[in-house]
């Protein structure tokens, strides 16, 4: 291997920080012997803090309703194609009562910004929810609120928030958004959401439309700074009704990389190995897990709204994306060595 490289790479190991600089370098001379190397201590790391586990989370999708207009989502309000649908609170305690017989000891409920979720309805599934299981986690990733709102919802019981910031970089951020979404406004929801207590989760697309390689240094930078719980980065696939159609999706051999560069920044970090990423290849999640991601999060959404919460073309919601087959997501596990636990899978503090 390039002798720069190696030297980037046991720096990153020892010290957990390279500079932005040193990162987009990493990013650029990456080859095959590089993405081994990375990937082996990355598993290494790992496998001294949470050893063979892969942790599963039931993922449901509640709403594909949204008053936002991010350029990249299917889901975005301007998309008149989208057949709308939204869960009852009903309908989402059944899934989740469905998912804890299945195994399941975290939920996520994920959805657009639907104003029907108020916080008094989401106090009250949360509080539910928390009453019925009260040895599950409850994750929400539902964008953007006041800090009023994350306050009444982690009092509810709502224990970990997903918001990815999509992008470290500002003008890459306003490329990605409307007008009036603003980068600002995502990272103070982040910060309050630490501020009140939640596990978080940041992250960000892998090859959307006008990414550098600085940009995804910035990115690495971010997450060694805010040190998250939680990161879910996974490739942008193009949505046939969004102004992005045209654009090539990102590549599976990059998200694993950055797997693998994520883990030793930052090595307890809960990674999972997403949805996107078993899309564009049928054997992604096992090559994420491999490169050093240790979560995954299938489909616990009643099947017939599943193909509506349709953020990317071809999105996968059957087979082991779907909760009701976890018996083959776990014999895919075993069969790399892995196995799927059956707690909360909480973050786990020790830090390398
Ligand atoms: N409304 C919530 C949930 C968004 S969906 C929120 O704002 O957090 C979860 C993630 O899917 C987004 O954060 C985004 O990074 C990702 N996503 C959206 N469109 C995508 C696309 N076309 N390709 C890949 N990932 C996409």
Redesign the pocket.
Known sequence: MDSRLSGLIEKLGTRHSLSRDEYAELLRLRDGDSARELASRAVELRQQIYGKRVFIRGLIELSNI?K?D?L???IRRSNRSCRRYRLSPDQIIDCADEGYTLGFRTFVL????DAFFTDEVLCSIISELKKRHPDCAVTL????RSRESYALLRKAGADRY???H?TADRAHYEKLHPADMSFDNRLRCLNDLKELGYQVGC???VGSPYQTEAHIAADLKFIEEFKPEMC?I??????RD?P?RDCPAGSAELTCYLLSIIRLIHPPVLLPATT?LGTIDPCGREKGILSGANVVMPNLSPADVRSKYE??NNKISSGEESAQHVSQLSRRMRSIGYELAADRGDFSGVSA
């Open positions: 949204c936002n991010c990249y989502c299917g994920q959805g657009g910004e990733s539902l964008g953007e997903l918001l990815r999509e992250g960000f697309m879910g996974g490739p942008f696939i193009p949505h969004s992005f996107a953020l990317y």
